[in-house]
């Protein structure tokens, strides 16, 4: 039992070190183990600090890591800078719409300090990267870069989990001969991924079958990924541990038949011990040809460690090998608890382990399977919620029918169809898994559960009733446990007061979206580019409980600012599309009702006034950007925000000489471009606050250090969604600022800023 505890312990100290903002001294963890071996010497006190010293190295030993992680990034002195790199690539590049993405591992780079692994994006086809191979690259490297919104990808994160020190864009390449030793394994499966998409053709499940197959789940289309996500059966189109357990099981199960018909075999080793060995190496080579993701690898070690009992005669408990697995998954990457798929595996197989113990001989085994999916949907209900704010309410019942057909028909065909040079197993794998998604799709016609934000605290009572709920009959305080499940589906943040608004600027890189609040309404105002709506903006409406959008304005026709529209007016319920956008746009196709944006247009939601300023009705502008809606939200207490758009000096002069009127926020025209946010327009606002809505080290270089300089001057406190992520202001009778960086800082995270309020005039 106390080993069992200290390996939580263990596991408890790296956690703890992953939730830090900043990393403390090696001194502090080494200062609380030195105190904790004093009364180590005390039987009665020697168990607590056994524990606390575990503890203590799980935190100090996470702390080690994490310092070595940081100091392999790119150095600030680099960044943007040509750096030339000879290296090869390592996994397996992915293709997209706009041209390759690669991991390069690099051996050499002038001027030194590149990063040992560093993320390239080539751009057209002017480089056809494959794996192993060794090029010498003139790069544009960046500091590890991502944007910052509530319920947001954290890219930063991910890139300190895989190790990249560095992101960098191609400016010239040259192939280099031979290939790197390292990456052999990941050439065989770049081979085996290029045999099955030639074998499959354009099939509509390829993608699936060579994500079975081999790991890779790059070739899965969006719309397949949109309903595996709403049916939630994600886990089965990835390698995971309940692939690599079925086949191992398969290929023990094969040998230990065929073994026990050759005598001369039996008599010398026993078919139990070769059907265990052959099962140990069936799992062993589907994970390494897999890439060795965190469910695989917890699937590895549980399946070695049951292994090498049985092997002795002497197995452990189930929930003592889930254990072990866990700490040494943790001592093998302390990081792998950063990941959603670490907890989703870990706790998952957990609760099942635990459940199937709680009701061992309770109801018959026909209930097993029912029961197993009701767990399993239980133990991922926490991490759901917190982590992506939807519930597929008809997982189970897609589950109950999904895993049988992809675990048990698909996932076989598919792997032995690696070995099949006709072509006809991968065919026969890629048509079982098409009559898999029939059902689906009927499955995905049901609704979603979209909740808000859950606060932090809530995984500490959810984990709490998890237990309990599934906790043997009759145990005290059993029936309480929904009760603790409760503050996952806790309502958003306090409702706004009538008169008020809360106005977000969304972090969506190069482009905007700004989210504007009332009582009881909602506008978004611009839906950034294409690429920002799955990464940045949807996850960030549904993080702060947005389920509907009475009305969508688009300022223009630029790809920054309508980008997202279908996607919005696909994943929410939209009143009204507000917009200059011209008939054919394909969002005005999409939308229930279109109104044109003119100046003069005016309506009060919740006793907030809303203005449109420009552009004229009937305006011929020589550019999209001329004609971009511009609008002013005013407060009850005569607190106002101005949204411009992309406007440029000459509109903003029109706008000057209809007698513009101060503006405590603006969110500065064009994203702080030179041709924009001329004196007249800085002079005639004189914001309190003044936001650039940019890219982080964006090729057109917004916002011109002299627009900054200009608003700087007239006194405005400067914000910049590169460098604070998503800015929020509540606006009322005073107004405060929340910068997203500052309030959800880590450790690896690029940048950070601060809490600031202001309830009277300009900040100071």
């Known amino acids: 039992m106390l080993s069992c505890l200290i390996l939580i312990a263990f596991v408890t100290g790296v956690c703890a070190l992953q939730a830090l903002p900043v990393l ?3 001194w502090q963890p080494l200062f609380v183990a030195s105190l904790a071996m004093v009364p180590l010497g005390s039987v009665r006190w020697r168990p607590l600090a056994m ?22 990034r790119l150095p600030a002195a680099l960044e943007q800078q040509s750096v030339v790199a000879d290296g090869h690539i390592a996994g397996l590049p992915q293709q997209n719409r706009y041209g390759w993405r690669f991991t390069l591992v690099v051996e050499h780079s002038d001027p030194p300090g590149l990063p040992e692994r560093v993320q390239v994006s080539s751009y057209g086809d002017r480089l056809q990267p494959r794996t192993g191979e060794r090029w010498r690259l003139t790069l544009r490297p960046k500091r590890p870069h991502g944007l910052a919104n509530p319920g947001g990808f954290d890219l930063e994160r991910w890139l300190l989990t895989e190790g990249i020190g560095a992101t960098a864009s191609v400016k010239a390449a040259e192939r280099l001969p031979g290939h ?52 939630g059966v994600t886990h089965l189109i990835s390698v995971s541990g309940l692939h690599i357990t079925l086949w191992a099981t398969l290929l023990g199960g094969l040998v230990n038949l065929g073994w026990r018909r050759v005598p001369w075999l039996a008599a010398r080793v026993p078919a139990q011990r070769a059907a265990l060995a052959a099962g140990v190496l069936a799992a062993l080579g589907y994970s390494v040809l897999s890439g060795l993701s965190v469910p695989t690898q917890r699937t590895l070690l549980m399946l070695l460690i049951a292994a090498a009992g049985l092997w002795r005669g002497r197995s452990g408990t189930p929930l003592v090998t889930w254990l072990v697995a866990l700490a040494a998954v943790v001592l093998f990457d302390p990081f792998s608890v950063l990941s959603v798929g670490f907890w989703l595996s870990f706790l998952t197989v957990g609760a099942l382990l635990y459940g199937c113990a709680a009701t061992l001989g309770e109801a018959p085994r026909w209930h097993g399977w029912i029961g197993a999916q009701w767990v399993a949907t239980l133990a991922s209900f926490p991490v759901l919620a917190l982590v992506f704010q939807q519930l597929p309410l008809v997982s189970p019942l897609a589950n109950a029918v999904a895993i049988p057909l992809v675990s048990m028909v698909v996932t076989p065909l598919a792997l032995a169809g690696v070995l099949d040079p006709t072509g006809s197993l991968p065919w026969l794998a890629e048509r079982a898994f098409a009559l898999t998604d029939r059902y689906l799709q009927l499955c995905a016609q049901a609704p979603v559960l979209t909740v808000a934000a859950p606060p932090a605290w809530a995984w500490l009572p959810a984990a709490l009733g998890v237990v309990l709920w599934l906790s043997p009959r009759g145990l005290p305080g059993r029936l309480y446990a929904p009760v603790l499940l409760l503050p996952l589906l806790a309502p958003p943040a306090a409702t706004l007061e009538h008169g ?10 190069q482009g905007l979206a700004v989210l504007v609040q009332t009582r009881s309404h909602t506008l978004l105002y611009d839906t950034g580019p294409p690429g920002a709506s799955d990464r940045a903006l949807l996850p960030a409406l549904r993080a702060l409980g947005i389920r509907r959008i009475d009305t969508l304005t688009v300022s223009h026709d ?19 599309l507000h917009s200059t956008l011209p008939p054919g746009h394909p969002a005005r196709a999409a939308a229930t009702m279109h109104r044109d944006c003119s100046a003069g247009q005016t309506w009060t939601w919740d006793g907030v006034r809303f203005d449109v300023l420009w552009p ?15 609008l002013r939200i005013r407060s009850a207490a005569d607190r106002t925000l101005l949204l411009p758009g992309d406007i440029g000096r000459h509109e903003e002069a029109g706008l000057v000489s209809q007698g513009l009127s101060p503006a405590d926020i603006v969110v500065a025209p064009h994203h702080g471009s030179r041709s924009s946010s001329s004196q007249a327009l800085v ?40 460098q604070d992520g998503a800015v929020t202001f509540d606006v009322g009778s005073g107004l405060s600022v929340h910068r997203w960086r500052a309030g959800h800082r880590r450790y690896w995270s690029a940048g950070a800023g601060g809490q600031l309020s202001l309830n009277s005039g300009p900040a100071d």
Do not use: M
């Open 616 to 630: 004229a009705a009937g305006l011929a502008a020589a550019s999209d950007n001329a004609r971009s809606c511009t």
């Open 500 to 509: 008020t608004f809360r106005a977000t600027v969304i972090d969506v890189g």
């Open 51 to 72: 524990l606390v010293l575990a503890v203590c190295a799980g935190f100090g030993y996470a702390d080690l890591r994490a310092r070595w992680r940081l100091a392999d």
């Open 24 to 26: 403390p001294p090696l």
């Open 180 to 231: 790197a030793w390292q990456a052999g394994v990941d050439r065989l499966r770049d081979a085996l991924r290029d045999r099955l998409h030639r074998q499959l053709g354009d099939a509509p499940y390829a993608g699936v079958i060579v994500a079975l197959a081999i790991g890779d789940q790059g070739g899965v289309p969006k719309d397949q990924w949109q309903r595996f996500a709403a049916t």
């Open 558 to 576: 630029d790809n920054d600012h309508s980008g997202g529209a279908e996607a919005v007016l696909q994943a929410l319920a939209v009143g009204q």
């Open 683 to 722: 002079d005639a606002t004189a914001p309190h606050w003044v936001v650039f809505s940019s890219g982080y080290l964006n090729r057109f270089r917004h916002p011109h250090p002299h627009v900054v300089e200009r608003y700087a001057g007239a006194g405005s406190t400067i914000l910049r969604t590169d």
